[in-house]
Antibody, heavy 119, light 107 residues
Framework: EVQLVESGGGLVQPGGSLRLSCAASGFTFNTYWMTWVRQAPGKGLEWVANMKHDGSETHCVDSVKGRFTISRDNAKNSLYLQMNSLRAEDTAVYYC????????????WGQGTLVTVSS | DIQMTQSPSTLSASVGDRVTITCRASQSISSWLAWYQRKPGKAPKLLIYKASSLESGVPSRFSGSGSGTEFTLTISSLQPDDFATYYCQQYHSYPLTFGGGTKVEIK
């Protein structure tokens, strides 16, 4: 059974940093692209960043470029999101998602971890 | 960026109703579209990919159609478990983008 478990969320002040983790199990982690998606309170889903199975390619939304870094450790079946220079508008539930094979849609999602940026 | 516009934003319906949700892309995305169901406190669930392909395990009352810029998700006979928010997502090009969501409420 595929499982994705996010952790690392919490309350952080504007300008602060946080590192999210996603522990994956139930599939061959090192053969799939992985993705972070977020949902701000009362808003819709927003794709944040993704990474190729071998870490050789990444993409992210413009609003987080230069501030967020996606990474993975295939030996630990884990995906990460390092978030720096956090802003109030980064407040959201962050989901880890598994890409479905060769295409950039998502067949499994975690339960999410809440990040609150506030003073 | 490709903008995805869903309509309606809220839909009130009764059990047994046929429900249709529309998703429009700001430019052609061929058939590179997925639909998800989202319930409060639960992870989003993939329903449809490549515009019309039903994900394994998803009930056949769900169907998707369309190509280019206009797409629909249809629930042929709404069930109590289907009251949720539905999102479309294009995966034609980066940045990947979602529609704003359609909340299906009990009438």
């Amino acid at each position: 059974e595929v499982q994705l478990v996010e952790s690392g969320g919490g309350l952080v002040q504007p300008g602060g940093s946080l590192r999210l983790s996603c522990a994956a199990s139930g599939f061959t982690f090192n053969t799939y692209w992985m993705t972070w998606v977020r949902q701000a309170p009362g808003k819709g889903l927003e794709w944040v960043a993704n990474m190729k199975h071998d870490g050789s390619e990444t993409h992210c939304v413009d609003s987080v470029k230069g501030r967020f870094t996606i990474s993975r450790d295939n030996a630990k079946n884990s995906l990460y999101l390092q978030m720096n220079s956090l802003r109030a508008e980064d407040t959201a539930v962050y989901y880890c998602a598994k890409d479905a094979g060769n295409y950039r849609y998502f067949d499994y999602w975690g339960q999410g971890t809440l990040v609150t940026v506030s003073s | 960026d490709i903008q995805m516009t869903q309509s309606p934003s809220t839909l009130s319906a009764s059990v047994g109703d046929r429900v249709t949700i529309t998703c429009r892309a700001s430019q052609s995305i061929s058939s590179w579209l997925a639909w998800y169901q989202r319930k409060p406190g639960k992870a989003p669930k993939l329903l449809i990919y490549k515009a019309s392909s039903l994900e394994s395990g998803v009930p056949s009352r769900f169907s998707g159609s369309g190509s280019g810029t206009e797409f629909t998700l249809t629930i042929s006979s709404l069930q109590p478990d289907d009251f949720a928010t539905y999102y479309c997502q294009q995966y034609h090009s980066y940045p990947l983008t979602f529609g704003g969501g359609t909340k299906v409420e009990i009438k």
